[in-house]
């Protein structure tokens, strides 16, 4: 993906998986991987997740035309076992910022929906009152570029430990932590950085994070949105994605 795509220099779109190890085939079995044309009509792509049997989320900066949905794959190269499934209806955040990128969420209304299996699940979302906190390490996965600079077929997956929100807030003004997160350990060569924005944070077993953006240098740490500060607006808009 094309890291800066017209916005400031130091904001990045986020979502490499660096250094990080290839994940046991369908252990993950909520990723979805989403192919868009932006605005150039160059072909991106982004991680996201299925939240139920035909809403994933994912970041809002991932929006774009011909959104199209694979679901239950581990080799994106190979369709075996797959779902290719067609966005109906993108809702970013209405307050989404395309240059600070604050209020980095999205939720893909898919054409139908997908048949639950073995390879592939929804998976549970934070409650409002969740707080993840720094010191705390979970995962996150997608098919991104890799240490070597090559765009990943498999699905890779790293640990990262949450940090201190002021690290980030003395990289970036637009930080939040009441929004977003802060993650990954500066002291690690271990990060995300385009293909696997949207992708989610997991924290046994629940969605905590969306990968969003890294910021002014490679190293970590990067701002992942913080999904339980945006239950109220989840549910709300899934009930109005519900709507024929």
């Known amino acids: 993906m094309n890291q800066n795509r017209g916005k400031a220099a130091r904001l990045s779109f986020s979502g490499e998986i660096l250094w990080g190890t290839e994940s046991k085939p369908h252990s993950r079995p909520y990723m979805a991987f989403i192919n868009f044309y932006d605005s150039n009509s160059d072909l991106n792509r982004c991680g996201g997740f299925l939240v139920a049997k035909d809403i994933v989320m994912t970041a809002a900066h991932c929006n774009g035309r011909n959104i199209k949905v694979i679901l239950g794959a581990h080799n994106i190269k190979k369709r075996e076992n797959t779902q290719v499934i067609s966005v109906l209806k993108a ?30 699940k929804t998976i549970a979302l934070p409650r409002s009152q969740d707080w993840v906190k720094p010191g705390q390490v979970c995962t996150v996965a997608g098919w991104g570029t890799l240490a070597n600079c090559t765009l990943s077929n498999t699905l890779q997956e790293v640990n990262l430990e949450v940090q201190k929100g002021q690290k980030c807030q003395g990289m970036s003004r637009n930080y939040n932590d009441s929004i977003q997160l802060c993650v990954g350990n500066p002291n690690e060569r271990k990060a995300t950085a385009g293909g696997d924005s949207g992708g989610p944070f997991v924290c046994n077993g ?24 945006f239950i109220p607006w989840i549910q709300k808009t899934m009930k109005l994605l519900q709507q024929p």
Request: proline content about 6%.
């Open 91 to 120: 809702k970013p955040h209405e307050n989404f910022n395309s240059d600070s990128l604050v209020n980095d969420i999205m939720l893909l209304k898919l054409e139908r929906k997908a048949q639950l299996n073995g390879v592939v």
């Open 206 to 229: 629940v969605a905590q994070g969306i990968v969003s953006y890294r910021l002014c240098t490679w190293t970590p740490p990067r701002v992942f949105t913080r999904i339980s500060s």
